[in-house]
């Protein structure tokens, strides 16, 4: 079976947010990702609401009937509360700070185990499964598991902007990660900077369920429209 594409929608929400107008519409991008029964979708509702709005997971949790919501957020309790009454079908717990451009590498699991813990307990008893968006190292995939994650993502981002080089090392540490997380029982996720060119070699990740990606593929949709760039990315995955 191909691995799952989860697209991301943010960046469409970002150039609604720059000219404060009503378009375009995340919710838009999900009808087509709906009509190319695409796996999932992605929002991130971030703690200053920079693209993603509260509305816009409300509108587009409503209209997925073949998609899953994936909904990303920091360990932020208003976010958390929100998430509790949407009830996405996963949330992934992300590191979040205000002046970054985008998510700059994994999660604390160590700093923040006790909070992740209890956040794990609390989602489960509502039927919300829990992925931790991580680096690959293998001591914070095996505290993932004690945490009570369902699913870690593997943070590609290393990879993706390092040179060529540099990228055979940075490979070798997500397919070891990979592969440790499958033998602890947990299931496994990618993303981050993933694009056209460079997510063959991330396919061969051990037990890797889906890629999120998001800056790529809308990026590419400027040029040739979303239907084509989402189908593009389709075409990829079912090539591995």
Avoid: W
Wanted: charged content about 30%.
């Amino acid at each position: 079976m191909p691995v799952q594409l989860g697209v991301n929608l943010d960046h469409i929400a970002t150039i609604r947010q720059v000219r404060g107008a009503e378009y375009p519409k995340p919710y838009d991008g999900a009808v087509i990702c709906e009509e190319l029964k695409v796996h999932g979708v992605t929002l991130h509702l971030r703690e200053d609401r920079r693209h993603i709005q509260e509305h816009d997971v409300i509108e587009i949790k409503k209209l997925l009937k073949g998609c899953t919501l994936n909904l990303e957020m920091a360990l932020n309790e208003d976010v958390i509360e929100f998430a509790r009454g949407v009830h996405p079908y996963m949330a992934t717990i992300v590191p979040e700070r205000r002046e970054e451009l985008t998510t700059e590498g994994g999660l604390d699991v160590r700093k923040n185990f006790d909070r992740i813990a209890t956040l794990c307990r609390d989602f489960h008893a509502r039927g919300i499964l829990v992925s931790l968006f991580i680096e690959s190292d293998d001591d914070l995939v095996k505290l993932s598991k004690e945490a009570g994650a369902d699913y870690i993502e593997i943070h590609t981002g290393a990879y993706a902007d390092s040179r060529a080089g540099a990228r055979d090392a940075e490979l070798a540490r997500i397919l070891k990660a990979a592969e440790t997380a499958v033998s602890c029982g947990l299931r496994v996720n990618a993303g981050h900077g993933l694009n056209y060119d460079n997510i063959m070699p991330v396919l061969d990740m051990k037990g890797l369920e889906e890629v999120n990606i998001g800056h790529s593929i809308i990026s590419r949709a400027v040029i040739v429209g979303l239907k084509q760039a989402v189908q593009e990315m389709l075409d990829i995955l079912g090539r591995k």
